[in-house]
Nanobody, 122 residues
Framework: QVQLVEAGGGLGQAGGSLRLSCAASGRTCNSFAMGWFRQAPGKEREFVAAINWSGSNPYYADSVKGRFTISRDNATNTVYLQMNSLRPEATAVYYC???????????????WGQGTQVTVSS
């Protein structure tokens, strides 16, 4: 079992930055690929970014490429999502997820955090 706890959400301004973190605990959590997803009101949960167990080959949704950066620190079992040049459409609940392989589909991840709200004002 892997437990995931997100933090760092809140209110940001358009053009500004926020940094999310996801603390992982449980069995062999460092061997999992980690992903960030988001869900806006009335919309389906969508892929944002993912990174494999070693921290190489990060992958991003086109909508955030060049503005968001995913990283991980296996020494502290923490994954980060640095969000720059924020846009109002980034307003959503952001979820951290863990799975066996770097993938972009919700059903391909086995473990989920409770989510953290990000609100971007224009």
């Amino acid at each position: 079992q892997v437990q995931l706890v997100e933090a760092g959400g809140g209110l940001g301004q358009a053009g500004g930055s926020l940094r999310l973190s996801c603390a992982a605990s449980g069995r062999t959590c460092n061997s999992f690929a980690m992903g960030w997803f988001r869900q806006a009101p009335g919309k389906e949960r969508e892929f944002v970014a993912a990174i494999n167990w070693s921290g190489s080959n990060p992958y991003y949704a086109d909508s955030v490429k060049g503005r968001f950066t995913i990283s991980r620190d296996n020494a502290t079992n923490t994954v980060y999502l640095q969000m720059n040049s924020l846009r109002p459409e980034a307003t959503a609940v952001y979820y951290c997820a863990a799975g066996p392989l770097l993938r972009i589909r919700v059903h391909q991840y086995d473990y989920w955090g409770q989510g953290t709200q990000v609100t971007v004002s224009s």
